[in-house]
Structure formats: C-alpha cells, structure tokens
C-alpha cells in the first residue's frame, strides 16, 4: 500500500475542465499567435494566384475556345479543384516538418506527456490543429470562390468541410509516416513524389476524362481526385449524387484509417 | 537570523524558518525514514523488483525502492546506470517491463495520465520551448494541467519570483542561460503545485555558480515539505541535497541509506591520496598495505583509506618516502561508489 494523496491534494487544484487533446493544442496556438499573419498569407495566396492565373487567365482561353469544361465556366470548373489541392498541400506540410519538431527537435511533444496529457491527446491535438489550420485557410478561399461568382449552390456551404476532410484525409496518414522518420530526408521526396503529381493529375486543371485510361485508373484512387470531385459538386449544383457519397466515404477511410495510424505511430515514437 | 521561505505551497511548514527546519532535519538524521512519521505514512514511491528492457538490453534490473513524502531521496550513479530510465517509469512515462510499481498510491499501468497530473518533471533535456517568452512557456504548461489562465499568471509571479527569473518574464527563452533555463523548466514543472518532483540531473552541465544557486531553490523547496525525487552523477549533490539515497550501477542498486551512513558503512572517515608522478605509484602499493583499512589503485595516484589522514602521511614520511603531492580529505560517496563497483563515477 502506498499513500494516496492524489485525491487530498489534487481535487484542491482548480479546472478549467478541457479534454485533454485539446489542452495540447495550446502549445500550437501560441506559436500561431506569433506567427498567424505570414503563415496565413503563405497558406492562402498561393491557391489565391493559381485562382488567377489559372482560373481567369488560362480560363479565358479555355472558355474561348472550348466554351469551358463540362457545361460550366474554366473559372468555376478549376475553384473548387484548388480549394481541394491546397487543403491536400496544407495538411501535409502540417503534418511533415512541424511533427518532427515535436517529436525530435524541439521536443515539445515530450514536454506534453510529462503532464496529464498522454500520446493519444498529442496526435488527436496535433490533428486537431491541423483541422482548425484547414478550416481557417479553408474559409479564406471559400470566400473568394463566392466573390467571383463560382459558387451557385448553397450545397456549396458544405465545401469547406469537405475541403477540411479533404486535407485530414491526407494529413492524418502523412503525420503517421513523419512520426516514425529518423529526420526530414523522406519529406523532399513526398512533396515531389507525391503532392506535385496528386496536384497535377487528379483532375484539378483538367477532367480526369482527357487523361489515357490508365492514368485515369491511378487518378481514382487519388484521394485529390475524389477530394475535388466532391467539392466540385457541391459548389456547382450537382447535388449529392452517388458519386459524391463515393468520393465521401472513400475520404472518411482514409481519414479513419489515418487518425489510427496517427495515434499508433505517436504511442511507438513517446511510449518508451 | 530567521527569514521566512517564499511560500509555494500551502504546506504548514511555510511557517517555519530555516534554522528551525535545519534543527529538525538535524535530529531526523539517520533514522530510518518510516520511524521519522511515525510509521503511520505510506512511501508514494513503492517499486518492488521493478525492471526495464529495451529489446535484449536490461536497463533496470529488479530494483526495490521505497519513497516517502517529505524526503528528498537521490538515485547516484554513472552514466547508464538505469537512473533515467528508473526517473521515466516513476514520472509515469515509460511503462514498466516487469516488476511493481506504485505512484501516489497508483499503478502507473493504468492510472498513469492521473497520477502525472500530480508530478512535477525536470527531465534531463530542458523540453522548452526556445522561441516563446518566458510567461508563454509557463502558461502552455499550466494549460497541459488544464489550470484556468488567472490561476496560472498567480502562481508564475510567483514561481518566477522563486527561480529569480521575475525580470525574464517577457524574454524569449532562447536568450537565457543554461542555468536559467534550468531554473525556468523547474519553475514550470511546479505550476501544478505536484506532490512530488522528479529532478533528471538537475545541475549537468551547469556551471559552479549557477548549480549552487539551483542547490539553493532545490534545498528551500524541499524544507517547504516537497517531495523531491534527484537523479545524479555528482557525489556533492547527493551529499547536499538528498536525505536517502540509492547507488545504482548497472540497472541493480549496490547500496541504500543516508549519504552519512553509506560513508560510515562502506568507507573510512578520512581519505589519503598520494601521487607518485607518473606510474610512480604502483610498486609503492604493496609497501603500504600496513597504514590503510583499504587501498584503491587509481590510473594517476593511490588512495589510502584510513581514520587519520595526517597521522598516516607522517608514518610514510618515516618511512622515507616521499609523494609528488599528498592530500588529506574526508570520504566522500564516491569513495562509497568506488568501493562497492571498483570504478569512480564520472570517468
């Protein structure tokens, strides 16, 4: 037997009363608060620029020549594809080099399981100020689409979140895989490997259509595909159809399955 | 001269003064700590054959250890001796390979994430956060223990206070030094107001000035009732700070007790070193086996263990002998350590 002096002293102490994964989000948010201002331009502008420069400039000439892409404007077919491929690059950055700084450089991660909080709370916080980044940045760009005119739905209002899985989807695994790395040598070749061609061939700038049947085969199973299929149709009026439901629950395994990646990797890397 | 401690916790001995806890401490001394409660408290560190592996490696190897409130209690040894890995499964970090263990009366195992809610952690890597202020570092930390914001900017006036660090508050962590740094993880480690604090080498690294000045903090917060748990290479440490103490060498523990006691017990009350220049001191062993208890054989010098250092100096200058230098000191705990493994401490 040993004394208990946990419930004298420790219900003494008063509460805020947060669950613990988000008690961990305030380490992120107090860096946010330094640095909120350039992180939020870097993470906005430049979909904002291929929104430009793609959606009204090439657009222009696509529209011109093509009369747009499938029945809709180039402006209006290209939006909801950026929104879904900036939400893609967003979570994956914020769950590459800021987890190894948890876990291996700074250190903060360790700081967060000598307290109340445990390995499980450190992922699903991570995570969950990933989803907060994506809803933020999210927002921003959504709010664009509607100044220009590309949203004619109001299904569209559900972009955002979908945006969010979008980015979770794929950020939830990426986290798990940087959880585990000795050091950020894998990360280069992620994003150029991995983010540049999702970016490139899951029917963002261009129906999947127009690509070789294989290709169009290995664009399926892109979660960017199936990310800005989704909220393609929900920005223009298509409704939800079953390929949209598709598109869902195809995002929802990888988000799933991602998060318990995400906690599994965190419980192998702090609980030694 | 009696001045009255900083009161960090609401303990009935903020009251006291100094002199009056160093009379108390006085007349514990060498009474086995259960007798000094009057056996009426429980240890709230209990680890019966506690062991842990990391793969085929055994970095703890069965060891049994009792805790008890209001000590200051100190694992001694060399690097790799398992005190790191002892501190992690105590802080409720590292599960336990084998063994039991008990923490604040809970098992680790499953009421861990409870049980650390009411630990303060020094670990041995300063886990601050270089690019924020001082009060950022204190108030994310509060948040972890889910303290509401005004009770955190109390108590960090306060702690700050303690640590000398009032006038850093603004100041990015990064521009500290080391024993700031040092002094600000500990500050921060006690926004939880724990029932016990776990030191991981708190003064490593550090240099003189600035570990007696975390000697100093470390030995105020302990006379305000603190349980104080120090991992340490240093013998003069473990001497100042630690009421009981284990030595540990190789994941076992070699000896317990009081650090006065382990002297008492393992050596003699005064040491004679003799340097005999360079590999002079070997054939001179032999010749003087007579004069000491014991003699330990160092690669640079011998040292003599005897009651009396001076008189046995004069009996070698009898006998015509004459050391490169002689020193006279009393035994220390790495005389302790050096007994019982045959090694010294910090290589």
Known sequence: MTADVLSERGARQPRSGWPTWMRSIWHNAFFYRKTWRSSIISSTLQPLLYFFAMGLGLGALVDHARGGVDGVSYLKFVAPGLLAAAALQLGIEECTYPVMMGLKWVKSYWAKVATPLDADDVALGHLGWVAFRLLLSSTIFFVVMVIFGTVTSFWGLLAVPAAVLTGLATGAPTAAYAAVQKDDAGFPLLFRLGVLPLFLFSGIFFPITSMPGWVQAIAQISPLTRGASLIRSLTLDQGIGVSALISLAYLSIWFVVGVWLTIRAFRKMLIV | MAFHLPSLFFSPKRALDVGMLREMKRKRKNIHPPEIFDGTLQPIVAAHDLVKRFDSFVAVDGIDVEIFQGESFGFLGPNGAGKTSTMRMISCMSPASGGSLRVLGRDPAVAGAQIRSRLGLVPQEDTLELELTVLDNMLIYGRYFDLPKKEILERTTRLLDFAQLSDRRDEKVDHLS??????????????????????????????????????????????????????????????????????????????????????????TREVLELRFGIDGHLPHVGGLQDLAERIEVLPDRLLLYVDDGDDALSMIHRRGLVPESALVRRSTLEDVFLHLTGRTLVD
Do not use: F, N
């Open chain 2, 178 to 267: 080391g024993g700031m740094k040092r002094r600000l993880t500990i500050a921060r480690a006690l926004i939880s107001e724990p029932d016990l604090l776990i030191l991981d080498e708190p003064t490593t690294g550090l240099d003189p000035q600035a570990r007696h000045l975390l000697w100093d903090r470390l030995y105020r917060l302990k006379a305000e009732g603190v349980t104080l748990i120090i991992t340490t290479h240093y013998m003069d440490e473990a001497e100042q700070l630690c009421d009981r103490l284990v030595v540990m060498d190789h994941g076992k523990i070699v000896a317990t007790g009081a650090p006065r006691d382990l002297i008492v017990e393992h050596s």
